[in-house]
């Protein structure tokens, strides 16, 4: 089939016009905030295909009978690659309807030699329900150039092509995320040897926040194991606040969680205790008018969350679609078979432009990271923010240097935070 009568002819030749520009996934605004920029390593991507042995498969249960399989999962892997590597290159993936092919652009080069004679802090991604192992490629991308090596999974089940009983998402997500941390972490050969797994951070989108929670100390509710429409069997009680199973399931290896938009306690999955039990110093970011996850409720994990030091940015009049996807592929600006919406809704906000808010979430990424998992405490200064982005004070000197009334957001230039708002609560608190 040709490309234009594939996706029309309008749209046909948009592509052919644009070039290296469509379906781009690194794209740094002129206004993105000071660290979103890349970073000066080159990077490479591999594709691993890995099981996990004698996993419950959800999907198949039937009444109390438990068959069990070689669970699946495809992990993209952006890494700092060796010196000199030519940048740039294409993913293939699959759009929201599960079938049509999208090609992506990004600067990554496909099993490019990985750097030597450093190790580099692991971060693992975790998409939603459902999604793809590419919805937060921008991100593998921006932090491997900056000294990370970042793995992104397709989760079985749950993915664009596979999407298959939820019931699957409640109780894989968590052991997914584990198993790549310890996956990761016995990996052999060049790329294994520049792994640092004992420095981890996890972000989760959606479901993949719901999992990185539990990942991170936040056990669900007893009632949230019996819902008829959840893991049958009680298999969710695996992930019931204080239990044996769920403490088991615990890493000290993990230092640090991004919670963009989770879902979870808008049903029920959470309570006083459970929320309590989050022990990883967690950021989340929220659209401040999700209604999928719902705001409010993710405010209340935020502010329940006191077993650990944690940061709330929010992106006023956002919904769920704030800081993960990456920006619409062109080919999803028309219907498509299969879907009663443009799936151009699933990647895009109403208000909010997608690269200027991947590029908020990159700098924030950045920070945070770079505090946890490498202990860069200088990067702290990012964070002491006053919380209304409306109300910093912009106050500069001839040169243009910051006085000491200048409040506005460290990193930002002005008038270039508008819109966001950021928050932090010590542990305790």
Do not use: C
């Not at 769920?246 to 989770?262: C, F, N, S, T, Y």
């Not at 030091?309 to 498509?336: G, K, M």
């Not at 991947?358 to 990067?379: E, M, P, R, S």
């Not at 935070?417 to 932090?424: H, I, N, S």
């Amino acid at each position: 089939m040709t490309l234009s009568r594939a996706i029309g002819p309008a749209l046909a030749a948009t592509l052919t016009t644009a070039g290296a520009w469509a379906n781009s996934i690194d794209q740094i605004r002129p206004d993105a905030p000071a660290l979103a920029q890349y970073g000066a390593f080159p990077i490479g991507v591999q594709t691993l295909d890995v099981t996990i042995p004698d996993s419950i498969d959800v999907v198949n249960v039937k009444g109390k009978t438990m068959p069990t399989y070689d669970r699946p999962l495809t992990l993209e892997v952006w890494y700092p690659a060796a010196e000199g590597t030519e940048q740039g290159g294409t993913y293939t993936a699959i759009l929201r309807d599960g079938a049509t092919e999208v090609t992506l652009n990004g600067r990554a080069a496909r099993d490019a030699q990985p750097a030597s004679g450093t190790r580099f802090p692991l971060v693992i991604i975790s998409h939603g329900y459902p999604g793809n192992r590419f919805l937060m490629s921008h991100l593998g991308e921006n932090l491997a150039s900056k000294g990370y090596v970042t793995v992104s999974i397709d989760h079985t089940d749950s993915t664009y092509s596979d999407q298959a009983a939820f019931g699957s998402t409640l109780y894989n997500r968590p052991l997914d995320q584990a198993f790549v941390l310890d996956h990761m972490a016995e990996l052999q050969g060049p790329l294994g040897d520049i792994i640092d797994a004992d420095h981890t951070g996890v972000v989760g989108y959606s479901m993949g926040g719901y999992g990185a929670l539990i990942f991170g100390g936040a056990g669900v509710t007893q009632a949230s194991t019996e819902f008829s429409w959840g893991a049958p069997n009680d298999l969710l009680e695996a992930h019931l606040a204080m239990s044996d199973s769920h403490e088991a399931l615990m890493d000290d290896r993990v230092k640090a969680i991004i919670a963009i938009g989770p879902w979870g306690n808008n049903a029920g999955f959470w309570d006083t205790s459970g929320t309590a039990g989050l022990r990883v110093p967690t950021m989340f970011m929220a659209g401040g008018d999700d209604d999928v996850s719902v705001y409010d409720a993710m405010r209340e994990l935020f502010t329940g969350a006191v077993g650990a030091d944690r940061h709330l940015l929010t992106f006023d009049y956002a919904n769920h679609n704030a800081a993960a996807p990456i920006p619409a592929p062109i080919e999803s600006w028309e219907p498509v078979e299969g879907l009663d919406f443009l799936p151009f809704e699933h990647y895009a906000d109403a208000v909010w432009d997608t690269t200027r808010m991947n590029n908020i979430a990159q700098h924030f990424a950045t920070v945070f990271f770079d505090l946890h998992l490498k202990g860069d405490a200088a990067k702290a200064e990012y964070l002491e923010l006053v919380p209304d982005s409306r109300n910093g004070l912009v106050d500069l000197d001839d040169a243009g240097n910051p006085t000491e009334d200048h409040t506005y957001w460290q990193g930002f230039a002005p008038r270039t935070a508008k819109g966001l708002r950021f928050e932090t609560l010590p542990k305790g608190q």
